[in-house]
């Protein structure tokens, strides 16, 4: 399981430097769809061509998200921004416990299928730390 996670916060950085913007009229209908379907409050849409996936850079009112689709329409895996109060109580519990003195800066949840990433940005006088967390409060990824 910990390999499985490990593979999907690596696929979640993998493949940012392979973009290309396009315009909404070149992306596919079924992913337009499919957006339109699921994110229907969505402004400020920009998409690109990442590999063979079609991603959405958009906000659902003050909140940033990013989205990824396979040229059928599918979701591949969702990120959005949620503030500190949102994390699992797990999660919470971890960083009270191991990460005091730091402030939380940044929160990003990432869903793909069934699993839920949380990368947590942290900051004190001349440090700052990314970490990653899954549900439970476990470290998956850590990056400085």
């Given at each position: 399981?910990?390999k ?18 396009i ?29 063979d ?55 990003d949840?990432?869903?793909e ?32």
């Amino acid at each position: 399981m910990k390999k499985r996670l490990l593979l999907a916060v690596a696929m979640l950085f993998s493949g940012l430097t392979y973009a290309q913007d396009i315009p909404a009229k070149d992306v596919p209908v079924a992913v337009r769809n499919s957006f339109q379907k699921v994110f229907p409050n969505a402004t400020k849409v920009e998409w690109e061509l990442k590999g063979d996936l079609y991603n959405a850079d958009f906000d659902i009112g003050r909140r940033d998200h990013e989205v990824w689709f396979t040229n059928k329409g599918s979701i591949v895996k969702h990120k959005k921004e949620i503030t500190s109060k949102e994390l699992p109580a797990a999660v919470l519990n971890v960083i009270k416990k191991n990460y005091s003195g730091y402030r939380i800066d940044d929160v990003d949840q990432f869903e793909e299928g069934k699993v839920f990433l949380y990368k947590v940005e942290f900051k004190k006088i001349g440090e700052e730390k990314k970490v990653v967390f899954d549900a439970k409060g476990n470290v998956v990824n850590r990056i400085l």
